[in-house]
C-alpha cells in the first residue's frame, strides 16, 4: 500500500488546459471493431500507421492531453476475443498521450468525434466488413439480359436520380432492431402512469422481430432483448459487426407541451428545427450531455447514398406505421418526418432511422401506448414499412 501511494504521488499532475483521457472503451466483433475514447475536453490528435509481417499498429497521439492515473497504471486495456488484439496507453511525451492499437491485420479504419462529452471514435474493418459496405447482400443478377429501373416514388426520396444503392440492385437480408434506453436508463416516463420507455419501446421491437420472422426471408438482430443498458455507440457497433441492411431504433417521445401527441420519425442530418434539436438532445441525453455541432461530420454523411436512402426508408417505416394505428386511433396525430443530429445513427453504415411511436408526456398517448393491442399495431406498421422499402428496392 505504501508503495502504490508513492507511486500516485509521483505522477505528473495535468498542467493547466490540458485535457484528461479518461477513458478506453472497445467493442470487438470477428472482423469489425469499435473504440471509443472518453476525453474531458476537445482535442487534437494525429494518427500513424506502423505495418510488420503479421502485425498492424495504429498509433494515436492526442495533444496537450494527459492520462488519469488510472490509465497511467494500466498501461494495457483488456479486450475481447475478436479483430482487435491490443490496447496500449501510455504518455508518450508530458502533453502528449498516445493510443496504440495493434490487430494481426487491418483493411480499413474509420475516425469521428463526438462531443459532450468529447469522444474519439474509431470504426476498424477487416476484408470482410470492406467487401460488405461497398455491396452489402449483393444478390446475384438475374439471367436474362433485360433490365430494368428501379425508381424510388418521388414522394419518399425527394431527389433526382437514384442512389447508388439502387444504381447496384442491393439487396436487405438483415435487419437491426434497436429498442431505445434500457437498464440504467430508463429513456422517457410517462407523465400520468409512470409507465417508462424502456418498456413499451423492447415490447414493441419484441413484437416486431416475430412479425419479421414469420413474415419474412430478413435475419432480424436486437440491440437488446431484456432490459439491460447499452451505450448509444455500443447499438450501431453492434449493426456494423453484423452486417447490417437497415437499422431501425424505437423509442417513445416527450415534450413541454402536453398536447404534442402522435407519430414522428427521424433521420440523420443536420437541422435548425428547435423541435427536432429538442428531441434529438433528449434521446442523445445518456451520453450525459446534450447535442453537439454536427455540420463537418454530416458534410461527409451526405456524400453517401446512405443518407438517400435513410430519408426513404424514413418515410415509407412513417407512413405505414400511421395507416396501422390509424385503424384503431382513426385521428392519431401526424407529427411529421423530420432529420435530427442522433448520436445512436451516427456511427450506422447502413440506412437507419427512429421512430418515436407516441407521447409519454401526453396522457391519452401513454394510456394508448400501455395498451397490448396498440402495441401490436405499431409492430405491425413498422413490419409493413420495412417490406415496402424493401420492395422499393426492386424486390419481391
Do not use: C
Not at 330 to 357: C, H, W
Not at 358 to 372: C, H, I, Q, R, T
Amino acid at each position: 500500500m505504501r508503495r502504490f501511494l508513492l507511486l500516485l504521488l509521483l505522477l505528473p499532475l495535468p498542467l493547466s488546459g490540458d485535457a484528461l483521457l479518461k477513458g478506453v472503451r472497445s467493442f470487438t466483433y470477428p472482423d469489425y471493431t469499435r473504440v471509443v475514447l472518453d476525453l474531458s475536453d476537445p482535442v487534437t490528435f494525429t494518427t500513424k500507421e506502423l505495418k510488420e509481417p503479421g502485425r498492424v499498429r495504429f498509433f494515436f497521439d492526442i495533444a496537450q492531453t494527459r492520462l488519469t492515473h488510472e490509465l497511467v497504471l494500466l498501461k494495457t486495456i483488456p479486450v475481447g476475443v475478436g479483430y482487435l488484439k491490443e490496447i496500449r496507453v501510455g504518455q508518450f511525451t508530458p502533453r502528449i498521450a498516445r493510443v496504440v492499437l495493434e490487430f494481426p491485420e487491418v483493411r480499413t479504419l474509420k475516425t469521428f468525434l463526438l462531443a459532450n462529452p468529447f469522444r474519439i471514435v474509431i470504426d476498424i474493418y477487416g476484408q470482410r466488413s470492406e467487401e460488405k459496405e461497398v455491396l452489402p447482400s449483393l444478390k446475384k443478377p438475374p439471367k436474362s439480359e433485360a433490365t430494368t429501373t428501379i425508381k424510388p416514388p418521388a414522394d419518399l426520396s425527394g431527389e433526382k436520380g437514384l442512389s447508388l444503392t439502387r444504381q447496384l440492385g442491393l439487396r436487405v437480408k438483415r435487419v437491426v432492431i434497436d429498442p431505445g434506453h434500457g437498464g440504467k436508463d430508463p429513456g422517457t416516463i410517462g407523465k400520468v402512469k409512470g409507465l417508462p420507455e424502456k418498456e413499451v419501446v423492447l415490447d414493441v421491437s419484441l413484437r416486431l422481430k416475430a412479425l419479421l420472422e414469420k413474415g419474412s426471408d430478413l435475419e432480424v438482430i436486437l440491440t437488446r432483448q431484456n432490459d439491460t443498458f447499452l451505450s448509444l455507440e455500443e447499438r450501431t457497433a453492434l449493426a456494423n459487426s453484423r452486417h447490417a441492411d437497415l437499422f431501425v431504433s424505437v423509442h417513445a417521445n416527450a415534450a413541454k407541451n402536453r398536447s404534442a401527441s402522435g407519430l414522428e420519425t427521424f433521420w440523420l442530418n443536420f437541422t435548425s428545427d428547435p423541435h427536432a434539436v429538442e428531441i434529438a438532445a433528449a434521446e442523445n441525453s445518456s451520453s450525459e450531455r446534450s447535442i453537439w455541432e454536427l455540420q463537418g461530420l454530416l458534410k461527409k454523411i451526405s456524400l453517401t447514398s446512405k443518407l438517400i436512402e435513410s430519408r426513404i426508408f424514413a418515410n415509407q417505416i412513417h407512413k405505414s406505421v400511421l395507416e396501422k394505428t390509424r385503424t384503431k386511433v382513426p385521428d392519431y396525430q401526424d407529427y411529421n418526418v423530420r432529420k435530427a443530429p442522433f448520436y445512436v445513427l451516427i456511427g450506422a453504415s447502413m440506412p437507419a432511422t427512429l421512430v418515436e411511436i407516441g407521447f409519454l408526456s401526453n396522457k391519452a398517448n401513454e394510456e394508448l401506448l400501455e395498451d397490448p393491442l396498440f402495441r401490436e399495431k405499431i409492430a405491425e406498421g413498422l413490419y409493413e414499412g420495412i417490406l415496402s422499402y424493401i420492395r422499393s428496392l426492386g424486390e419481391k
